[in-house]
């Protein structure tokens, strides 16, 4: 089966130190507990590293949370967007809690304080403003000011933009997860295995 | 609310696991749980890096240094004595 | 390689050697005296007061480990045998010599790997439990100065005797997590929580070092 794997710069997997061989099957130790670990697409969003491979597995497969455990993996291709494509996917992370923040604000009266958030272009200004309007009670405005903040951690900034749609409960939160999900697949042409 | 889902863990409550996760003593969800928190949390991602750094430089602590003469001599005596009872 | 397959080549490299032993092999013995004689030292140290009782001991414990060579079951390796030896000698030295219980010695049974007030209160409206602030990343290269690694080794004499006693065998020695349980009847799960809170405590200690002499 098809799925997808990060790893850190020279193909290293980020928990184990161990270094993947570039088309070579590697085996899990048959110990229990312990297997080839990788993504479902839907779990993309939750692993980031420097490296994203396509990669196939086979031997025993198990669904678990998170992620899919193999008895055996090896690496297909290199998907060329990631890294590069980094900043441009929290940034949209940012967009889109900004736009939580905005709905926010408006649905508590605040119409100034949402208009004064939406119109913001320059990044710098907008954490600012966000700053100052999570001190004023804002916890999504809060939110926002930590998703620019940390905009240069995919990982991080994806998890900031979650827990902003959180606010609003689990199927919003759910929502934000999927968009980051289809984000991905949009722009780095990740198909469904 | 301080965590997006209620299995997120909190940093308080990761650094607490990283003996466990380094002694591979963490059942799959655990350690599952204890990875992802690490791929959202640079800080705690610094503290474990710290952790193993830190476990490096001790084994360099290791003493090699044989005993002096005379202990070895005395050890000797007792070796050759032990033998002949 | 994984712990319990490193143990199981030490378990029957160490037949071999108990063998040479008993069959009155000087070599051998000097070769394990050599070995193992200046780590034995350091563990007692931990023990008792001085330089010259951790000598004592770990003399005494090699006349024990020759007088008891012959009963060595093998049921664990030589080397927890051996230490587990010197722990017990040492302690009964340490009682006779009326070493004073340290006040550290005394800790609350929830101790803590990282202080509460390090993190985010319970008040924070979004990151409740998260690092207030980032730890600072330890430059690599300098955890190998002297200087450092004389802090490292310092930190580890100051803690209580338990920790002490597990991060020395298990970070320095190199022990595996079973012989350790082994030399000091200790559960699996005491054992861990000995070496948690102790590389804990080493870790503020170096972290403090690096935070004191920032420029």
């Known amino acids: 089966m098809i799925a997808w794997k990060f790893l850190a710069p020279g193909r290293i997997a980020p928990f184990t130190g161990v270094q993947w061989s570039a088309s070579e099957w590697l085996e899990a130790r048959s110990l229990p507990g312990t297997g080839i670990h990788a993504c479902a697409l839907e779990d993309v969003p939750y692993w980031f590293d420097e490296e994203l491979w396509r990669v196939e597995l086979s031997g025993s497969i198990s669904r678990e949370e998170r992620q899919i455990v193999a008895g055996r993996g090896r690496l297909l291709a290199r998907v060329e967007g990631w890294p590069s494509a980094a900043a441009e996917f929290t940034r949209a992370c940012v967009e889109r809690t900004r736009s939580r923040a905005v709905d926010a604000l408006q649905a508590a009266g605040r119409i100034e304080d949402a208009d004064a958030l939406r119109e913001e272009r320059n990044l710098d200004r907008l954490q600012k403003a966000a700053a100052a309007l999570a001190e004023d009670g804002s916890v999504v405005s809060g939110y926002l000011f930590d998703a620019i903040r940390r905009r240069q951690c995919p990982g991080l900034c994806a998890y900031v933009a979650a827990n902003a749609a959180a606010v609003g409960g689990l199927r919003a939160h759910d929502r934000e997860r999927a968009a980051q999900v289809a984000w991905l697949f949009d722009r780095l042409g990740l198909e469904k295995a | 609310m301080s965590r997006a889902l209620p299995e997120d863990l909190d940093c308080i409550v990761a650094v607490e696991q990283v003996t466990d996760y380094i002694e591979g003593a963490m059942p799959l969800q655990a350690r599952t749980r204890f990875e992802q928190h690490l791929c959202y949390c640079p800080a705690c991602m610094i503290y474990l890096r710290q952790i193993k750094a830190q476990i490096g430089v001790s084994a360099l602590l290791a003493e090699h240094k044989p005993p002096p003469e005379e202990v070895t001599r005395k050890l000797l005596q007792f070796f050759r004595a032990s033998r002949r009872g | ?215």
Do not use: Y
């Not at chain 3, 450092?148 to 930190?155: I, K, P």
């Open chain 3, 1 to 215: 390689m994984p712990a319990p397959e490193r143990e199981a080549i030490e378990v029957a490299q160490d037949s071999a050697l108990v063998e040479a032993l008993r069959a009155g092999d000087e070599r051998a013995f000097l070769d394990l005296v050599g070995r193992l004689h200046g780590g034995l030292v350091r563990f007692a140290l931990g023990f008792v007061r001085t330089q010259t009782a951790a000598e004592d001991v770990v003399q005494d414990a090699w006349a024990a480990v020759l007088q008891g060579i012959d009963r060595f079951e093998g049921r664990c390796t030589l080397r927890s045998w051996i230490l587990g030896i010197v722990a017990n000698l040492a302690r009964t030295r340490a009682v006779g010599d009326r070493r004073s219980v340290p006040l550290s010695a005394l800790q609350p049974d929830d101790e803590r790997a990282v202080e509460a007030s390090e993190f985010l209160p319970d008040t924070h409206s979004r990151w409740a439990g998260h690092w207030a602030r980032w730890p600072e990343p330890w430059p690599d290269q300098c955890l190998l100065s002297r200087e450092t690694m004389q802090h490292v080794r310092e930190a580890i004499d100051r803690l209580p005797q338990g920790q002490r006693a597990v991060i020395q065998l298990r970070d320095v020695e190199g022990c595996t997590a079973e012989e350790v349980c082994e030399a000091l009847g200790l559960s699996e799960v005491n054992q861990r929580v000995l070496l948690h809170r102790a590389r804990s405590r080493v870790r503020k200690e170096i972290a403090r070092h690096f935070q004191g002499s920032k420029p």
